[in-house]
């Protein structure tokens, strides 16, 4: 079975804080993606992965950077934390393209406070 | 107007009743649909996957596709307290290399 682990389960940080989020996958999976998760809002992609040290623009990356060194870590920047970064943060992990029946293997999420 | 449309909910309902979730979008080039469960403080998880239309059975589940009203439905058959979960539907196009998601159900199944 895929495994996405992410480091936290729970983080409290206070603003202008620079935060790390960091997930690991254990099947080596070529692409990775940071969600958060909002309600009313759903899952919405704030940055993606489809190589060691490639990364692409998600829906929402504003405030956010990303870091991909080796091909099982994908890591999640927030350079100066915000309350408005307060969220579910969810890494996931695929084998191939999204439209190639190749289902994302999610971890199990950081909840992420900024006060 | 978002690209994936589904209704928050929450739905609640009795033990065994059928249970019928919904999600259309507006992107024509959309051919591969999910549809993904999520419990409780866990991450989302795949539950089933259908390409371009038709209907796909999955002992209790059924994935429908409905290309030409841009609609997807998820039906649940004699459903069960462990089916509680939020549901969300995903779609991409062909060659995307990311999905876009509906903003997910919650459903409550009653004993």
């Known amino acids: 079975d895929v495994k996405v682990t992410q480091s936290s389960r729970y983080l409290v940080k206070r603003t202008g804080e620079k935060v790390f989020l960091e997930c690991v996958q254990d099947m080596d999976h070529e692409n990775m993606f940071w969600y958060r998760q909002d309600p009313g809002l759903g899952l919405r992609l704030i940055y993606f992965?489809?190589?060691?040290?490639?990364?692409e623009k998600g829906d929402i990356p504003e405030g956010y950077s990303v870091s991909r060194e080796k091909k099982e870590r994908f890591s999640l920047i927030l350079e100066s934390a915000s309350t408005n970064q307060t969220s579910m943060y969810l890494c996931?992990?695929?084998?191939?393209?999204?439209?190639?029946?190749?289902?994302?293997?999610f971890g199990n999420g950081t909840r992420l406070t900024v006060t | 107007q978002k690209e994936v449309e589904q209704d928050p909910g929450p739905l609640s309902v009795p033990e065994g009743a059928i249970v019928s979730l919904n999600c259309t979008y507006s992107n024509s080039a959309f051919q591969y649909f999910m549809w993904y469960r999520q419990y409780s403080r866990k991450g989302p998880e795949l539950l089933m996957y259908t390409y371009s239309s038709g209907n796909k059975e999955d002992g209790r589940f059924t994935a429908q596709v409905d290309k030409s009203s841009k609609y997807i439905s998820l039906f649940i058959r004699d459903s069960q307290p462990s089916d509680s979960a939020t549901y969300l539907c995903?779609?991409?196009?062909?060659?995307?290399?990311?999905?876009?998601f509906g903003q997910g159900t919650r459903l409550t199944i009653n004993p």
């Open positions: 996931a992990s695929s084998l191939y393209r999204a439209s190639d029946n190749s289902p994302l293997h």
């Open positions: 992965s489809y190589d060691v040290k490639m990364k």
């Open positions: 995903a779609m991409s196009a062909e060659g995307a290399q990311k999905l876009v």
